[in-house]
């Protein structure tokens, strides 16, 4: 149609001036251009102006997100917008904000691939408000939904991880390795040895421990933190196992 070839047009100035470091006359392009009867040009328009608005105002930013996604729901710009929602309230410690925005989007992209990173980032705001439980639920949901997906390895060190804090340190060892043995040359088969050699050094197994830690420090992508929990494992064991007279 003609009004949204003119949108489009709107839509494309707006990035010419954008481009050009005018961000509020290209601001002001795109809510003009949100007003098309396209809902992917208009959607489009009014995610660029959020991500223009992002960094000087994120509450602005929102209001544009919020209204694309309101305006043209189940479309890819609102789809974008309610992503960049829920990192806008993660940005400012609303976690319980950022999983309504990823559970709204899991509710009108039901059947994108893109669902599964959703339920993962889900997880991950459980764990900052200190619900390891529930994150273990969003965790072995998403494992159920995509046991051979490219989140499963995060997905499983997440469960490995949930046991942990929960102090079943025994569980947790089991599942860690469980993460080693299904997916050998992830980066999670790394943390998941970091973490089957905390559980070792809890459950009393020292030399165990000592063995896992000097495996991570090789390949770990802060061998100095490994480095640290070595130091720290040869202190215990001297308070543990004094010297003979």
Do not use: K
Not at 41 to 46: F, I, K, P, R, S
Not at 61 to 85: D, H, K, M, N, Q
Not at 126 to 154: F, I, K, M, N, S
Not at 225 to 236: G, K, N, T
């Amino acid at each position: 149609c003609g009004g949204c070839d003119s949108d489009e047009r709107q839509l494309q100035r707006g990035d010419r001036l954008e481009e050009r470091g005018e961000t509020e006359r290209a601001v002001e392009l795109y809510d003009e251009a949100s007003a098309s009867s396209d809902p992917e040009v208009g959607g489009l328009a009014l995610l660029r102006a959020a991500e223009v608005q992002r960094a000087g105002d994120p509450a602005a930013a929102e209001t544009s997100c919020e209204s694309a996604v309101a305006r043209y729901p189940g479309s890819r710009p609102a789809a974008a917008c309610l992503t960049l929602i829920a990192a806008l309230r993660r940005d400012r410690q609303d976690w319980w904000g950022a999983i309504d925005a990823y559970r709204e989007y899991l509710s009108q992209q039901a059947d994108e691939p893109s669902c599964e990173d959703v339920r993962h980032e889900i997880a991950r705001c459980y764990v900052e408000l200190g619900d390891p439980g529930q994150a273990l639920v969003e965790w072995t949901e998403l494992l159920e939904r995509h046991p051979d997906g490219r989140r499963a390895p995060a997905a499983l060190l997440g469960v490995a991880h949930c046991h942990d804090l929960a102090g079943d340190t025994g569980l947790a060892l089991t599942v860690y390795q469980r993460v080693r043995e299904r997916f050998p040359e992830s980066p999670e088969a790394v943390e998941a040895v970091l973490g089957e050699a905390g559980c070792l050094e809890v459950q009393g197994d020292l030399d165990g421990a000592e063995e896992l830690y000097r495996v991570a420090v090789v390949d770990h992508p802060n061998p100095t933190m490994v480095e640290r929990r070595l130091e720290l494992l040869r202190q215990s064991r001297t308070i543990r196992e004094p010297a003979s007279p």
